[in-house]
């Protein structure tokens, strides 16, 4: 057995505070790369803090992708987790990385489930 | 500025399978790990796989908690990611790790929102 999972982390930096804090933008950013990992979303949950930010988790057939911003910074926490060898987790991360014109990002691709170290 | 999130990484091994394909019981962890944290819910999203499996993430005022179980490993994918001072990510880790009686885990602590690297 190999890994069961694929964790991709993605760190966007000097996005748009505007965009960062509209609910509405981050969820269709998030339905977006989902299609663009090939996922199929069962399920979501948005929330809008006060005074600012926005978390978002879809819920998909091959795990999750969440997002976290903070406007005040133009920074945004990504995180991709899928299981199956036909999902493409890293698609979805450039897609968000395209999508929120961050002038700079990090990204991280973890193996989650291996037998081995765990 | 230091780090504006923490995120906990959780494998859960040799788990009992029945529990871990039990959607209630899968809510009911995250539910108790976000008190143990400290945390708010503020939403959440639950789903059931066929033919096993149960994906579950609750989006908390300080961001999320998610869960990806695959029963026919005994294995289940834990992620805790928390912003604020007043958070205790490290104990929804440890009550996880209690309410599962998962035999093996193993745990890593990332910082997010590190504004040198990225």
Known sequence: M???GTHVL????????????????????LLQAAAAARC???????????????SGVVVVAESHISVHTWPEHGYAAIDIFTCGERSLPEAAAQHLIAYS???RHFMQVLDR?????G
């Open 10 to 29: 993605v760190e966007l930096w000097q996005a748009d505070p505007v965009q960062l804090d509209d609910l509405e933008w981050v969820r269709r950013g």
């Open 40 to 54: 199929t979303v069962v399920g979501q949950a948005f929330h809008r803090y006060a005074p600012q930010g926005v």
């Open 2 to 4: 190999q890994k069961l």
């Open 101 to 103: 014109g961050a002038k």
């Open 113 to 117: 489930g291996i037998p081995g170290p």
